[in-house]
Protein backbone atom coordinates (compact mmCIF):
# COMPACT_ATOMS: atom_id res chain seq x y z
CA UNK A 1 0.00 0.00 0.00
CA UNK A 2 1.63 3.27 -1.19
CA UNK A 3 0.98 5.92 1.69
CA UNK A 4 1.73 9.68 0.93
CA UNK A 5 3.38 11.95 3.42
CA UNK A 6 1.58 15.28 3.64
CA UNK A 7 3.14 18.00 5.70
CA UNK A 8 1.59 20.07 7.69
CA UNK A 9 3.67 22.82 8.01
CA UNK A 10 4.24 25.57 5.37
CA UNK A 11 6.76 26.17 2.65
CA UNK A 12 6.09 30.50 2.80
CA UNK A 13 8.79 32.67 4.14
CA UNK A 14 8.62 35.93 5.12
CA UNK A 15 9.54 37.32 1.98
CA UNK A 16 6.98 35.29 0.31
CA UNK A 17 3.81 35.99 2.69
CA UNK A 18 4.61 39.68 1.88
CA UNK A 19 4.45 39.80 -1.64
CA UNK A 20 1.40 37.51 -1.06
CA UNK A 21 -0.12 40.36 0.84
CA UNK A 22 0.66 43.27 -1.62
CA UNK A 23 -0.67 41.61 -4.49
CA UNK A 24 -3.58 40.55 -2.49
CA UNK A 25 -3.93 44.24 -1.79
CA UNK A 26 -3.46 45.52 -5.51
CA UNK A 27 -6.15 42.99 -6.35
CA UNK A 28 -8.59 44.37 -3.57
CA UNK A 29 -8.04 48.11 -4.94
CA UNK A 30 -8.33 47.18 -9.00
CA UNK A 31 -11.65 45.65 -7.62
CA UNK A 32 -12.37 48.42 -5.74
CA UNK A 33 -11.66 51.21 -8.60
CA UNK A 34 -9.57 54.70 -8.62
CA UNK A 35 -11.50 57.94 -8.22
CA UNK A 36 -10.29 61.33 -9.55
CA UNK A 37 -12.01 64.10 -7.56
CA UNK A 38 -11.42 67.60 -9.17
CA UNK A 39 -11.36 69.68 -6.16
CA UNK A 40 -13.13 73.60 -6.32
CA UNK A 41 -10.72 75.87 -4.63
CA UNK A 42 -10.28 79.65 -4.51
CA UNK A 43 -6.00 79.27 -4.42
CA UNK A 44 -6.33 79.17 -0.66
CA UNK A 45 -8.51 76.73 0.52
CA UNK A 46 -10.72 73.90 -0.70
CA UNK A 47 -14.34 74.26 -0.69
CA UNK A 48 -16.39 72.84 1.74
CA UNK A 49 -18.52 70.64 -0.78
CA UNK A 50 -15.13 69.16 -2.27
CA UNK A 51 -14.64 67.30 1.34
CA UNK A 52 -18.26 65.76 0.64
CA UNK A 53 -16.85 64.55 -2.95
CA UNK A 54 -14.07 62.90 -1.36
CA UNK A 55 -15.84 60.90 1.62
CA UNK A 56 -18.34 59.99 -1.40
CA UNK A 57 -15.42 59.03 -3.72
CA UNK A 58 -13.66 57.08 -1.23
CA UNK A 59 -16.85 54.35 -1.66
CA UNK A 60 -15.29 53.57 -4.81
CA UNK A 61 -11.33 52.45 -3.56
CA UNK A 62 -8.20 54.77 -3.68
CA UNK A 63 -8.83 58.30 -3.99
CA UNK A 64 -6.92 60.37 -6.13
CA UNK A 65 -7.47 65.06 -6.18
CA UNK A 66 -6.30 67.30 -8.60
CA UNK A 67 -5.85 70.11 -7.37
CA UNK A 68 -4.94 72.77 -10.53
CA UNK A 69 -4.69 76.44 -9.94
CA UNK A 70 -2.30 79.26 -9.97
CA UNK A 71 -0.15 79.86 -6.48
CA UNK A 72 -2.11 77.17 -5.26
CA UNK A 73 0.34 75.42 -2.46
CA UNK A 74 -1.89 76.02 0.32
CA UNK A 75 -4.61 74.17 -1.19
CA UNK A 76 -1.98 71.14 -1.77
CA UNK A 77 -0.98 71.29 1.83
CA UNK A 78 -4.57 71.50 2.90
CA UNK A 79 -5.29 67.99 0.55
CA UNK A 80 -2.19 66.44 1.52
CA UNK A 81 -3.81 66.43 5.34
CA UNK A 82 -7.61 65.40 4.35
CA UNK A 83 -8.15 61.50 5.37
CA UNK A 84 -9.17 59.72 2.80
CA UNK A 85 -7.13 60.53 -0.07
CA UNK A 86 -4.12 58.84 -1.28
CA UNK A 87 -2.57 60.90 -3.91
CA UNK A 88 -2.59 64.40 -4.70
CA UNK A 89 -2.21 65.59 -8.64
CA UNK A 90 -1.09 69.05 -8.77
CA UNK A 91 -0.82 71.46 -11.34
CA UNK A 92 0.30 75.05 -10.61
CA UNK A 93 0.14 76.95 -14.31
CA UNK A 94 -1.40 80.41 -15.43
CA UNK A 95 -4.16 78.96 -17.40
CA UNK A 96 -5.89 76.91 -14.34
CA UNK A 97 -5.92 80.10 -11.71
CA UNK A 98 -9.97 81.05 -12.23
CA UNK A 99 -10.58 77.19 -12.82
CA UNK A 100 -12.35 77.78 -16.58
CA UNK A 101 -13.85 74.47 -17.13
CA UNK A 102 -12.68 74.18 -20.92
CA UNK A 103 -9.08 74.51 -19.50
CA UNK A 104 -10.01 71.94 -16.73
CA UNK A 105 -11.42 69.76 -18.66
CA UNK A 106 -8.77 69.42 -20.79
CA UNK A 107 -6.15 68.18 -17.83
CA UNK A 108 -9.03 65.95 -16.57
CA UNK A 109 -9.11 64.02 -20.00
CA UNK A 110 -5.37 64.00 -20.36
CA UNK A 111 -5.22 62.76 -16.90
CA UNK A 112 -7.60 59.73 -17.52
CA UNK A 113 -6.27 58.81 -20.78
CA UNK A 114 -2.90 58.03 -18.86
CA UNK A 115 -4.60 57.11 -14.87
CA UNK A 116 -7.75 55.03 -16.59
CA UNK A 117 -10.20 56.05 -13.48
CA UNK A 118 -13.33 54.09 -13.13
CA UNK A 119 -14.80 57.01 -11.50
CA UNK A 120 -14.33 60.62 -11.72
CA UNK A 121 -16.13 62.90 -8.66
CA UNK A 122 -16.92 66.36 -8.38
CA UNK A 123 -19.13 68.87 -6.45
CA UNK A 124 -23.00 69.60 -7.92
CA UNK A 125 -21.96 73.46 -8.18
CA UNK A 126 -21.03 75.86 -11.10
CA UNK A 127 -17.55 74.60 -11.09
CA UNK A 128 -18.63 71.09 -11.15
CA UNK A 129 -21.46 71.26 -13.53
CA UNK A 130 -19.08 73.39 -16.10
CA UNK A 131 -16.20 70.76 -16.02
CA UNK A 132 -17.56 67.29 -16.16
CA UNK A 133 -20.43 67.34 -18.35
CA UNK A 134 -17.64 68.43 -20.85
CA UNK A 135 -15.08 65.63 -19.46
CA UNK A 136 -18.27 63.27 -19.81
CA UNK A 137 -19.08 64.03 -23.33
CA UNK A 138 -15.42 63.60 -24.66
CA UNK A 139 -15.43 60.26 -23.02
CA UNK A 140 -18.75 59.28 -24.83
CA UNK A 141 -20.04 58.84 -21.11
CA UNK A 142 -23.25 60.00 -19.53
CA UNK A 143 -23.05 61.99 -16.47
CA UNK A 144 -24.86 61.18 -13.24
CA UNK A 145 -25.53 64.88 -11.61
CA UNK A 146 -26.65 65.73 -7.76
CA UNK A 147 -25.94 62.58 -6.32
CA UNK A 148 -27.30 62.43 -2.72
CA UNK A 149 -26.27 58.51 -1.97
CA UNK A 150 -24.21 56.18 -2.94
CA UNK A 151 -25.16 52.29 -3.06
CA UNK A 152 -22.31 50.47 -5.02
CA UNK A 153 -19.63 52.01 -7.13
CA UNK A 154 -22.37 51.69 -10.07
CA UNK A 155 -25.53 52.90 -8.12
CA UNK A 156 -26.58 56.16 -7.08
CA UNK A 157 -29.19 58.14 -5.67
CA UNK A 158 -30.21 61.55 -6.84
CA UNK A 159 -33.50 63.68 -6.59
CA UNK A 160 -35.35 64.52 -9.62
CA UNK A 161 -38.89 66.73 -9.92
CA UNK A 162 -37.39 69.40 -7.50
CA UNK A 163 -36.49 67.13 -5.05
CA UNK A 164 -40.16 65.38 -4.84
CA UNK A 165 -39.16 62.19 -6.01
CA UNK A 166 -35.72 60.25 -5.84
CA UNK A 167 -33.97 58.56 -8.76
CA UNK A 168 -32.00 55.26 -8.71
CA UNK A 169 -29.54 54.96 -11.34
CA UNK A 170 -27.37 52.48 -12.90
CA UNK A 171 -24.46 53.31 -14.85
CA UNK A 172 -22.71 50.39 -17.69
CA UNK A 173 -20.32 53.41 -18.66
CA UNK A 174 -16.81 51.91 -18.09
CA UNK A 175 -16.15 55.10 -16.47
CA UNK A 176 -18.48 57.12 -13.97
CA UNK A 177 -18.65 60.83 -13.73
CA UNK A 178 -20.44 61.52 -10.98
CA UNK A 179 -21.68 65.25 -9.53
CA UNK A 180 -21.72 65.26 -5.60
CA UNK A 181 -24.29 66.88 -3.80
CA UNK A 182 -22.28 68.51 -0.93
CA UNK A 183 -24.87 68.11 2.04
CA UNK A 184 -25.48 64.40 1.91
CA UNK A 185 -22.03 63.43 2.64
CA UNK A 186 -19.94 63.98 5.59
CA UNK A 187 -16.85 66.27 4.85
CA UNK A 188 -13.68 64.57 4.80
CA UNK A 189 -11.82 65.91 7.83
CA UNK A 190 -7.80 66.11 8.79
CA UNK A 191 -5.50 63.21 9.36
CA UNK A 192 -4.39 62.09 6.06
CA UNK A 193 -0.58 62.12 4.85
CA UNK A 194 -1.43 61.36 1.23
CA UNK A 195 2.03 61.83 -1.31
CA UNK A 196 1.36 64.94 -3.96
CA UNK A 197 2.66 64.44 -7.57
CA UNK A 198 3.10 66.74 -10.50
CA UNK A 199 1.20 65.95 -13.45
CA UNK A 200 1.72 68.24 -16.88
CA UNK A 201 -0.11 71.16 -17.80
CA UNK A 202 -2.81 70.54 -20.60
CA UNK A 203 -2.17 74.18 -21.84
CA UNK A 204 -4.82 77.24 -23.06
CA UNK A 205 -7.70 76.43 -24.94
CA UNK A 206 -8.03 79.94 -25.79
CA UNK A 207 -11.54 79.96 -25.87
CA UNK A 208 -12.57 82.27 -22.71
CA UNK A 209 -10.76 85.04 -21.29
CA UNK A 210 -11.21 85.68 -17.86
CA UNK A 211 -10.53 89.91 -16.33
CA UNK A 212 -9.98 89.34 -12.63
CA UNK A 213 -12.89 87.69 -11.34
CA UNK A 214 -12.13 84.75 -8.40
CA UNK A 215 -13.14 81.37 -9.08
CA UNK A 216 -14.34 80.64 -5.85
CA UNK A 217 -15.25 83.18 -2.44
CA UNK A 218 -15.48 81.50 0.47
Known amino acids: VYKRQVSTQSTWGTEQVGRFFVNSMKAARKILGQALVVLEHNNQKINPSSLAAITAASKFGDVSVLVAGKGCQSVIDQASKTA ?19 NLSALVQNLQGAKN ?45 AGNALQTVKSTDAVKIVTIRGTAFEKAGEGGSAATQAVDAAGETGVLLVLGLPAFEG
Not at 87 to 100: I, K
Not at 136 to 146: E, G, M, R, T
Open 84 to 102: GINTVLTVDSAEYEYLLPE
Open 117 to 161: YTHIVSTHSAFGKGVLPRVAAALDCSPICDVIEVQDDSTFVRPIY
